[in-house]
Nanobody
Framework: QVQLVESGGGLVQPGGSLRLSCAAS????????MGWYRQAPGKQRELVAD???????RHADFVKGRFTISRDNAKNTVYLQMNNLKPEDTALYYC??????????WGQGTQVTVSS
């Protein structure tokens, strides 16, 4: 069982930046594909960005050019750099870890609120 702890959320004004972090409690972190998802009130959870074990990335169209996912295998951590934040980015952001054998683990989420 992989435990994931997100941090870095908060309240920010439109146009501001935040960096989310997700620390994983697993020694084999480098073999996991990692992802960031978000869920706004009344909406379904959606993929924001993910990164493979080899470092290949994918970003949802609604964050391209603004958000960047990255990972540091030495620190067992995945990041989401969020720039030019918009009010519609307000959501609970979750970290996900997918193993090569198909298991999936979720963190408890970190709240991001974009408001003036």
């Amino acid at each position: 069982q992989v435990q994931l702890v997100e941090s870095g959320g908060g309240l920010v004004q439109p146009g501001g930046s935040l960096r989310l972090s997700c620390a994983a409690s697993v020694s084999t972190f480098s073999i996991y594909a990692m992802g960031w998802y978000r869920q706004a009130p009344g909406k379904q959870r959606e993929l924001v960005a993910d990164i493979t074990s080899r470092g290949g990335t994918r970003h949802a169209d609604f964050v391209k050019g603004r958000f960047t996912i990255s990972r540091d295998n030495a620190k067992n951590t995945v990041y989401l750099q969020m720039n030019n934040l918009k009010p519609e980015d307000t959501a609970l952001y979750y970290c996900n870890a997918k193993s090569p054998w198909g298991t999936s683990n979720w963190g408890q989420g970190t709240q991001v609120t974009v408001s003036s």
